[in-house]
């Protein structure tokens, strides 16, 4: 495996681990200024004070999140690279609301930017997962 492969399955490591801890900084640290978000249902969310914004909670607790992230194939080129990754997020609500589940795939650009690897683009697949029946 390359140094920017793993630099790259590193940034993910560290994006999962401060989400989880609403390290909402860290997160931000990990995409660049003109990061472009595509989910399903919604307008892009541009730059990464849209992100920034959609994050903070504007009163009360902010959701709390936990998941797994599969990275299933890296390709670099240059200070360019791509993945895609099969992920699977539990959003826990606050106020007691039940916990859901979102799975899917994702699709990431990257950018080496001052030598680090940062999310540039992100085409996020995800759907909520009907619960158990029963």
Known sequence: MSTDEQQIRDLVATWMRATKAG??????????????????????MVGRA????????????????????DIQEVVVSGDV????????????????????????TTLSVLRKEGGRWRIARD???LTTVAPPAG
């Open 123 to 125: 085409a996020n697949l």
């Open 23 to 44: 390290d909402i900084d860290t997160v931000l640290d990990l995409m660049t200024e003109d990061v472009i978000f595509l989910v399903v249902g919604r307008d892009p």
């Open 50 to 69: 849209a992100f920034a914004s959609s994050a903070r909670p504007k009163s009360g607790q902010a959701p709390q999140f936990d998941g797994t992230s």
């Open 81 to 104: 690279a791509w993945m895609w990754t099969r992920l699977r997020v539990v959003v826990t609500p606050p106020g007691g609301q039940p916990p859901f589940t979102r799975a899917g």
